[in-house]
């Protein structure tokens, strides 16, 4: 079965740093395009990156461009994204998300992880 498993979540001041990581199992992690989505209280899920399969191709949105990274070891099957200068407003639950990545637009499958909590707060 497709499984992700999210890990490297936690507390951290505004402007502090995360790295996330998804390891993925049950499918050929290399032939799928990946994303990170994030859910914060009350809101609906906003798909933050994502990454071709090859990974040669990212996408972000506008709000996380230039402080968050995606990236992918298809040899791992582990995805990443490195988060910087993080905001309050970034706080959600992040979750690995599989689909397919058409410019600068998401297409997504409904294989989500359980997700790893990100808390920005001082």
């Known amino acids: 079965e497709v499984q992700f498993v999210e890990s490297g979540g936690g507390m951290v001041q505004p402007g502090g740093s995360l790295t996330l990581s998804c390891a993925a199992s049950?499918?050929?992690?290399?032939?799928?395009?990946m994303s990170w989505v994030r859910q914060a209280p009350g809101k609906g899920p906003e798909w933050v990156s994502a990454?071709?399969?090859?990974?040669?191709?990212?996408y972000y949105i506008d709000s996380v461009k230039g402080r968050f990274t995606i990236s992918r070891d298809n040899v791992k099957n582990m995805l990443y994204l490195q988060m910087n200068s993080l905001k309050p407003e970034d706080t959600a639950l992040y979750s690995c998300?599989?689909?397919?990545?058409?410019?600068?637009?998401?297409?997504?499958?409904?294989?989500w992880g359980q997700g790893t909590q990100v808390t920005v707060s001082s």
């Open positions: 998300a599989r689909g397919y990545l058409d410019g600068t637009t998401w297409s997504d499958e409904g294989y």
């Open positions: 990454i071709n399969s090859g990974g040669g191709f990212t």
């Open positions: 049950g499918f050929t992690f290399s032939n799928y395009d």
